[in-house]
């Protein structure tokens, strides 16, 4: 691992001309095609852009998951695709939470062990990680399903455990792929008010999201098109930008 130095420590994430190919049946695809990018310490960031443009693969990217076919991501000052799996999962461990578009819930876990399950791997002291617990399933509404199967849910509440879940341990950085995807407007409301909550706290956000009303809650919001980010705008802290403005400013981006 690289040693980070003091311009790096200021920034979360940063990529540089980053790609990603894919092997298909069709032949190879191109989700990713030079994607630059800084996320500084702190940052709440938006990404949107038509399916199929890359968002999800570039969260998996930031986050580790993944490795690129080319570039370079750098993880809180540390270069981490040049790192084994073992290495990016201890590194993503301690400073990232994520939410993956499709939940990946344990199902053999119930609702409150599968929000715990971060806080045990880490080895933090269980009743602090069943207190957090306890705070945001109770905040998320799920307060009563806390015993429950994780299969036995709506996928409004298999969506919102997930949540809790990449939260429990309060990470530096939160990679969110499509959150309130399934909620509706008033769980959307709820989710958003804890992701502004959660950045007031000092952490920083990556949010992929649909929809102009969620992407509004950000600082800035990066367009996304082909495997490419195209556009991007600061939204004035002071003066919240309404969702119809995103809306305008994103089609700008997308060259629609
Ligand atoms: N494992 C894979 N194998 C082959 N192709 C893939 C794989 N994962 C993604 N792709 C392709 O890469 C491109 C980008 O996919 P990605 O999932 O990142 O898009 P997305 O912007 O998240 O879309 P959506 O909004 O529908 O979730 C798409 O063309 C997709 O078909
Ligand atoms: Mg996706």
């Known amino acids: 691992m690289t040693a980070p130095d003091e311009a790096e420590r200021e920034l979360a994430l940063r990529t540089v001309d980053l790609k990603k190919a894919y092997v298909s049946l069709a032949g190879p695809v191109k989700a990713l095609d030079g994607v630059d990018l800084e996320v500084s310490a702190g940052e709440f960031v938006a990404v949107m852009g038509p ?3 890359g968002k999800s693969t570039l969260l998996h990217l930031l986050g580790g998951l993944d490795r ?17 799996e073992s290495g990016r999962a201890m590194l993503r461990r301690r400073a990232v939470g994520f939410v993956f578009q499709s939940y990946n819930l344990v199902p053999s ?10 806080g045990v791997l880490a080895r933090r002291p269980r009743r602090q990680v069943a207190c957090r617990r306890a705070e945001l399933l109770e905040r998320l509404g799920l307060a009563t399903k806390s015993g429950r199967g994780v299969t036995e849910l709506s996928g409004g509440e298999a969506q919102r455990v997930a949540l809790a879940r990449a939260l429990v341990n309060d990470p530096a950085l939160l990679l969110a792929d499509e959150p309130t ?3 509706d407007s008033r769980a959307s409301d709820e989710v958003v008010a804890l992701l502004k909550q959660f950045h007031a706290g000092g952490q920083a956000i990556v949010l992929v999201t649909h929809d102009p009303k969620v992407a509004s809650a950000a600082q800035r ?20 930008a309404r969702p119809q403005e995103v809306a305008g ?6 060259g629609a």
Do not use: F, H, K, Y
């Open 181 to 183: 995807g399934n909620l």
């Open 249 to 254: 400013l994103v089609q700008l981006g997308s």
């Open 109 to 118: 876990l119930t609702v409150a062990a599968n929000v715990e399950l971060p």
């Open 68 to 84: 690129p076919s080319s570039g370079e991501v750098w993880l809180n000052g540390s270069r981490i695709d040049t790192l084994g």
């Open 221 to 240: 919001v990066l367009s996304m098109r082909d495997g490419r980010l195209v556009d991007e705008a600061r939204l004035d802290r002071g003066q919240r």
């Open 51 to 53: 399916s199929g443009c």
